[in-house]
Every structure is written in structure tokens, then in C-alpha cells.
């Protein structure tokens, strides 16, 4: 017979770190209010933060699978589940980071600093200004974006960098929508180049998350995504409603960073002198807040 823990050798590593995790946890939870998520503090509340139901039904989860999870019990944690677990408690980027490095788990969503995104390439966003550039990978999360471009369709800065992600924003960000001329064409038409990305990545569990994501949050989606229409990717000419200085015509180039499809720099190039006066304003405007 077997066993996790040998009387030499002491326990096992995985075993060290559900017990980890399972502190981690605890401590996490105890140390949010109820009111910082929406929920209502009682008159007989005596447990310090939140109670093991409350982070369960915040996650979507199942009450008894998370005190399992808190208990150190040996039950496999899905990504998914780790994201929403991260989500509910309020971790800060270290904090997510170390949530999975105990679960022996892979954080799906974009790191704030990529090792695409090279001083190099951030020196590059720069030259390019005024006009908007960014990083994207073939998920499309946002990895760098230049000034012009974080005032392009919303305040990019001011989303958290799990959500600086084009199919996100296209599908649930009412500023960024509101900007897209045509948005109906343009969500059909990232929802057919998203199907064609995923093909190569059906496996990996980022792409299963922003996936799921996209389903759960957003009905828009589902329905295109049910059309199982597939198209490349090619240049294009965009239209947006900027908030400050109006309407913009724009061709959207992407500039592929390698061999195969995967991350890239899209460029914004004015159609017009219209469209480039304004986008001068805009650059001036983001220049000046960037301060």
C-alpha cells in the first residue's frame, strides 16, 4: 500500500502544496468584507470575511467541492475555476499568480508583461505615433498599445488586463461598442476569425476560458458563434465614433511578428486628412493626459 506521505521522507510535494493552497484560501477569504462584493453583512455573522458558501456561489461553484478545495483534499482544479475562485476573492496580480503557482496550474489569462511585447517593439508603438498601433496575440488580448490607441474606442488603461482583450471588448464593453460603426459586421466578422484561430488551439485551455467566457457573457456571441463561419485574416478599412474627436476612417494593417499566426502589430492608418487631423487631436489628447 501506498501513501501520499512516508514516514522517512515526509509528505509529497502536491501534498505540501494543497495545504498551501487550502491557507491561501482561507486567508484570502477572511479578509473581505461582504460589502466589497455586493453582499449583505447580517446581524449574526460571526465569521471573519466572507463564509466558504459565499466564495462558492461568487465562483459558480459547488459549496461542497470548494470546502474540499479548503480542506486540502485531493480533487483536480480546473483554470476555469481557479480564474473564477480569483475572481471572486479579489486577488491582485501577485496574488492570482501565486494562486496557481499552488494549484500547479497555468494562469490563462494575459500577463501583464508578455515576452513578446520587447522594449524594441514598445519603442516601435512609439515611433508609430500618431496614428494607433498595438500588440495583440492570436487570441487578440491587448499585450502593448501605443497612447493613440488607448483612447481609440475606450480608456484602455483603465480595464484591468484580463479584460484588454478584442472579443471581449467587441461583445460586452458598452464604450467600445458604442465606437465600432457597424458593429453587428464586426462582431460576425471576429466571430468567424476567432473560429479560424481556435482551430489550432481546440486543446488549450486559454482558448477553451475565453471561450466559455465569451458564451456565458454575451448571447450576441453564441448566436454568431453558432454560424460556424470561419474567414482569414486580411487588411481592412475600419470606421469608429471616437468619443472626443468624432468619426475616424481607418486601414487596419496587421504586421505579423513571425512565421505563423500568432502575435502581431496592427496598425490604424488614417483613409483621409480628415480622419488624420483628428487623430492628431487624439494623440495631442492622450499625449496630454499621459501627462
Known amino acids: 500500500m501506498t501513501t501520499e506521505a512516508d514516514a522517512t521522507t515526509g509528505p509529497s510535494s502536491s501534498t505540501v502544496r494543497r495545504h498551501e493552497l487550502a491557507a491561501f484560501l482561507r486567508s484570502r477569504r477572511e479578509r473581505i468584507s461582504p460589502e466589497q462584493v ?7 455573522r460571526r465569521t471573519p470575511g466572507l463564509r466558504r458558501e459565499e466564495v462558492a456561489q461568487l465562483s459558480a461553484v ?3 467541492w470548494y470546502t474540499w478545495l479548503e480542506q486540502a483534499r485531493d480533487i483536480q482544479v480546473s483554470v476555469q475555476v481557479l480564474d473564477a475562485i480569483a475572481r471572486a476573492l479579489l486577488l491582485d496580480p501577485s496574488e492570482r499568480a501565486h ?24 519603442a516601435l508603438l512609439e515611433q508609430v505615433e500618431p ?11 491587448i499585450l502593448a498599445h501605443n497612447r ?18 478584442c472579443m471581449i471588448l467587441s461583445y460586452t464593453h458598452p464604450e467600445w461598442q ?13 466571430a468567424a476569425r476567432f473560429r479560424a484561430s481556435m482551430a489550432g488551439h481546440l486543446a488549450e485551455p486559454a482558448w477553451k476560458m475565453l471561450l466559455k467566457r465569451l458564451c456565458d457573457q454575451s448571447p450576441e456571441f453564441r448566436a454568431q458563434w453558432d454560424r460556424h463561419e470561419v474567414v482569414a485574416h486580411r487588411t481592412k478599412r475600419k470606421e469608429y465614433d471616437n468619443r472626443y474627436v468624432g468619426r475616424l476612417v481607418l486601414h487596419h494593417t496587421d504586421l505579423w511578428l513571425g512565421p ?26 492622450a499625449t496630454e493626459r499621459a501627462g
Open 62 to 64: 459547488g459549496v461542497t
Open 99 to 122: 494562486l496557481f503557482r499552488l494549484a500547479d496550474a497555468t494562469d490563462p489569462s494575459p500577463a501583464t508583461v508578455c515576452p513578446v511585447v520587447t522594449p524594441d517593439l514598445r
Open 38 to 44: 455586493g453582499l449583505v453583512r447580517g446581524l449574526r
Open 148 to 165: 493613440t490607441y488607448g483612447l481609440l474606442l475606450c480608456d484602455l488603461d483603465a480595464l484591468p488586463p484580463e479584460d484588454r482583450n
Open 260 to 285: 505563423q499566426s500568432g502575435p502581431r502589430m496592427v496598425t490604424y492608418v488614417p483613409a483621409d486628412d480628415v480622419t488624420r487631423k483628428r487623430v492628431e487631436e487624439l494623440h495631442a489628447l
Open 131 to 141: 496614428f494607433p498601433a498595438c500588440l495583440q496575440n492570436s487570441r487578440y488580448d
Open 178 to 190: 458604442s465606437s465600432i460603426v457597424d458593429l453587428q459586421g464586426a462582431q460576425r466578422l471576429m
